[in-house]
């Protein structure tokens, strides 16, 4: 079991950048793969980036391929999402998300969520 909480977005201009945080509690962080998820108004859940349990591989969606980077920091218990040259497509709910065991490529094999922190990109 885990528990993940979200931080660090807010409103930024097209152009600029913020880097979302994924704080975790539980049994062991290094146990889990890390995703980042997003939710615009009125569009399903989508993935957005994936990280391996030990930082290793990474996987983006094609529409932020080149401008996200997720990383991790297992001794921190803590996944980031760096987001940069955000664009006003980019503006929804960021989720971040853990996955024990099962497809890491799909949300339907991530087991716990946290609860989303709103990012807003303007124009």
């Known amino acids: 079991q885990v528990q993940l909480v979200e931080s660090g977005g807010g409103l930024v201009q097209a152009g600029g950048s913020l880097r979302l945080s994924c704080a975790a509690s539980g049994r062991s962080f290094s146990s889990y793969a890390m995703g980042w998820f997003r939710q615009a108004p009125g569009k399903e859940r989508e993935v957005v980036a994936v990280?391996?349990?030990?930082?290793?591989?990474?996987y983006y969606a094609d529409s932020v391929k080149g401008r996200f980077t997720i990383s991790r920091e297992n001794a921190k218990n803590t996944a980031y999402l760096q987001m940069n040259s955000v664009k006003p497509e980019d503006t929804a709910v960021y989720f971040c998300?853990?996955?024990?065991?099962?497809?890491?490529?799909?949300?339907?094999?991530?087991?716990?969520w946290g609860q989303g922190t709103q990012v807003t990109v303007s124009s």
């Open positions: 998300a853990a996955n024990y065991f099962g497809d890491y490529r799909s949300i339907r094999g991530y087991d716990y």
């Open positions: 990280i391996t349990r030990s930082g290793g591989n990474t």
